[in-house]
C-alpha cells in the first residue's frame, strides 16, 4: 500500500534524498533526485501525493426545506 503524502511533504524528502546523496559523494544521484519532478519521485519511491486542502470528511448541512421546529410543535 503506497503512503499517502501531500505534494509539499514529497518535494521535502526528494530534497533530503538529493541532499543524502551529496554527503555520501554520490553527486550523479544526486542530480537525478534534483532532476525529477515531484510526480516522478512520488512515484519511484511508491508514494500517493494526496491535496491536503481538500477536507477528508463531508459535513452535511440541515435542510432548511423542511418543516422548523416551530413548525413541528405546532
Not at 501531500?6 to 532532476?35: H, I, V, Y
Not at 477528508?56 to 423542511?66: L, N, V, Y
Amino acid at each position: 500500500m503506497a503512503k499517502a503524502v501531500s505534494r509539499e511533504q514529497a518535494e521535502t524528502k526528494k530534497t533530503q534524498a538529493a541532499e543524502f546523496m551529496d554527503r555520501l559523494g554520490d553527486s550523479g544521484r544526486a542530480d537525478e533526485f534534483r532532476d525529477m519532478t515531484v510526480d516522478d519521485y512520488a512515484e519511484h519511491r511508491g508514494l500517493q501525493l494526496t491535496n491536503p486542502n481538500r477536507l477528508q470528511r463531508r459535513i452535511t448541512m440541515a435542510s432548511t426545506t423542511g418543516p422548523s421546529k416551530a413548525d413541528l410543535r405546532n
